[in-house]
């Protein structure tokens, strides 16, 4: 038996997007709880210049009880939309990156959605640290590709309730707080073609040390987040550094032309080996707002970004190259044009 077509291909419609897409508005949440280095080190047996001098670590922030996910992205998301001049009406996708969100389902981003007042498209997306780069990529081809007008990307995390007190590798690295960003239509190209990869063979050097599977089954407290330190610093100082001038390649920019590199918070010593490979020229603002903020994973891109854009540190209409990496081990990087 042969079946032939009924002809209809041909008259099947397709979304019509825009030619460009860049970020409107940016917005930032950081808890209220600063946790200096001294509040850390008695149990680690370490002390605050260790502390500075491998991480650059001042001081980090925790969420307070009760103080969620869901809380802390839209603290950080109502002035991304202030700053886009837009209202949640206009959203038609919610975009949220996070590893700490406790729940398998349902997900955060229909939750923030809801508080926001829309009925946008809404889901989570869990790349670590890698998370909000990806969320802006999902984002720009959404709105390029027709399926959303205005997208709201969260890169959010309460890594503290994931953090050991007693492990001296990671019990002083990690924070809480939420960044975003809302992407919209532009007449000019905003944000640069996403350079984007895994590496799963890793995927043990940044990981969860027990399975929800070993939680339930054994009984345990929250399951903790651990890391192979020497591992994960050679592969971001080593690896993401060629990610990173691929981007600006896909982009078509040069290092001389940027006003801002904005890397994923994980270590001052990484984000400052990164900038010598790419060559930055003086003048170019280096983000570093892990000394006060900690590594916030998801939310550490858009969170440095959103005090850059805050304090005046960086041009808006200027360009910024960012890059986000972790766990998985996962990556992506892009060429932004700062709002």
Known sequence: MTVTSKGFASALRSAEGRRHARILGVGGYRPRRIVPNSEIVERIDSSDEWIRERSGIIERRWAGEGESVVDMSLFAARPALEMAGITADDLDA???????????????????????????????????????????????DMVRGGSAGHVLVVGVERLSDFTSRDDRGTAFIFGDGAGAAVVGPSDTPGIGPTVWGSDGAQWEAISQTESWIDVHEQKLDWPHIGMAGQTVFRWAVWGMAPVAQRALDA?????????????????????????????????????????????????????????????????????????????????????????
């Open 94 to 140: 919610v975009v949220l990156a996070t590893v700490s969100w406790p729940y398998q389902t349902p997900a955060a981003a229909p939750l923030v959605a809801e508080a926001l007042g829309s009925k946008a498209a809404a889901f989570d997306i869990s790349a670590a640290c890698a998370g909000y780069c990806h969320g802006l990529a999902i984002a720009s």
């Open 251 to 339: 982009a078509g920019v040069t290092a001389d032309q940027l006003d801002a590199f904005i890397p994923h918070q994980a270590n001052v010593r990484i984000i400052d080996a990164m900038a010598k490979q790419l060559k930055l020229p003086d003048g170019i603002a280096i983000a570093r707002d892990i000394a006060y903020t900690g590594n916030t994973s998801a939310a550490s891109v858009p969170l440095a970004m959103e005090r850059m854009v805050r304090k005046g540190e960086i041009p808006s209409g200027g360009l910024a190259l960012q890059i986000g990496f972790g766990a998985g081990l996962s990556y992506a990087a892009q060429v932004v044009v700062i709002p």
